[in-house]
């Protein structure tokens, strides 16, 4: 398994490989500074193994920056 997570926990990624696939979970949160109200979305994904995965996990990180492990 490896995770993924933005330095202010809005956006996380794990993905674990099964074998011939790997899952993908992405997390979005968001914390509102005025009131303290949080929302989550958290989506899961199964792809195959391989070059599938590299090329999600090359556009979002070129998208989003880096994650820390």
Known sequence: MRAWQ????????????????????????????DNGAEWTVRVELTLDAGQAASGVRAEVAGRHGSFER
């Open 6 to 33: 933005s330095l202010e926990r809005e956006l996380g990624i794990t993905a674990v490989h099964t074998g011939s696939h790997v899952r993908l979970r992405v997390d979005l949160r968001h914390v509102s500074f």
